[in-house]
């Protein structure tokens, strides 16, 4: 048995047009660019409503004309990422925090946290692997299973933590000083 994670899904900001898109050009973006991500073939990355209720939800910067600029698809991958592990909720305040800052450097250097990331979840996979393949038995299969999902809650509820320590300055106060 193979550990094999299609780990390098991530937009690149030289992948993300120049031009404004419409949602289904969004759409389309993100299937082809994650398409690897997907458990299967019936999911899907992202969805028209998926869009729309972030848009609702105030996770998007305000979208102008149906069209969705660089920044909207920063967010949007962004959002993508973090639903794996936060609720909307805290989804919205962590974006709220960095709504100010500039959107492109700040996802460059996401995209840095990430390639660093992977690097670590590489080496981490050298020492499971050894033990899947070498173990046919179930019972250990799910052991290795619990051990991983353990693993990912702990580091969920560590992201989670850091939300909650964001400040409670709401983004109108945030203009203002």
Same mark, same amino acid.
Request: charged share 30%; hydrophobic share 40%; glycine share 2%.
């Given at each position: 048995?193979?550990?094999?994670?299609?780990?390098?899904?991530?937009?690149?900001?030289?992948?993300?047009?120049?031009?404004?898109?419409?949602? !289904?050009?969004?759409?389309? +973006?993100?299937?082809?660019?994650?398409? *690897? /991500?997907? &458990?299967?073939?019936?999911?899907?990355?992202?969805?028209?409503?998926?869009?729309?209720?972030?848009?609702?939800?105030?996770?998007?910067?305000?979208?102008?004309?149906?069209?969705?600029?660089?920044?909207?698809?920063?967010?949007?991958?962004?959002?993508?990422?973090?639903?794996?592990?936060?609720?909307?909720? !805290?989804?919205?305040?962590? +974006?709220?925090?960095?709504?100010?800052? *500039? /959107?492109? &450097?700040?996802?460059?250097?996401?995209?840095?946290?990430?390639?660093?990331?992977?690097?670590?979840?590489?080496?981490?996979?050298?020492?499971?692997?050894?033990?899947?393949?070498?173990?046919?038995?179930?019972?250990?299969?799910?052991?290795?299973?619990?051990?991983?999902?353990?693993?990912?809650?702990?580091?969920?509820?560590?992201?989670?933590?850091?939300?909650?320590?964001?400040?409670?300055?709401?983004?109108?106060?945030?203009?203002?000083?």
């Amino acid at each position: 048995m193979d550990i094999d994670i299609k780990i390098d899904n991530e937009l690149q900001l030289n992948e993300m047009p120049n031009l404004d898109l419409y949602m !289904d050009q969004v759409i389309q +973006l993100f299937e082809r660019k994650m398409a *690897d /991500s997907k &458990r299967n073939e019936q999911e899907k990355v992202l969805t028209k409503t998926m869009i729309n209720n972030y848009a609702k939800g105030k996770l998007l910067p305000e979208i102008k004309n149906k069209k969705y600029s660089q920044e909207h698809l920063i967010y949007i991958s962004l959002i993508c990422q973090l639903k794996g592990a936060l609720s909307i909720h !805290d989804i919205k305040k962590a +974006l709220d925090t960095i709504r100010e800052t *500039d /959107s492109e &450097r700040f996802y460059d250097a996401y995209l840095e946290n990430v390639a660093f990331g992977y690097e670590l979840f590489k080496e981490s996979c050298e020492v499971i692997e050894p033990r899947v393949v070498q173990s046919a038995d179930p019972v250990d299969q799910v052991m290795l299973i619990t051990q991983m999902t353990n693993m990912s809650n702990l580091y969920r509820r560590a992201a989670e933590a850091l939300v909650d320590g964001l400040a409670e300055v709401p983004l109108q106060d945030k203009k203002k000083g």
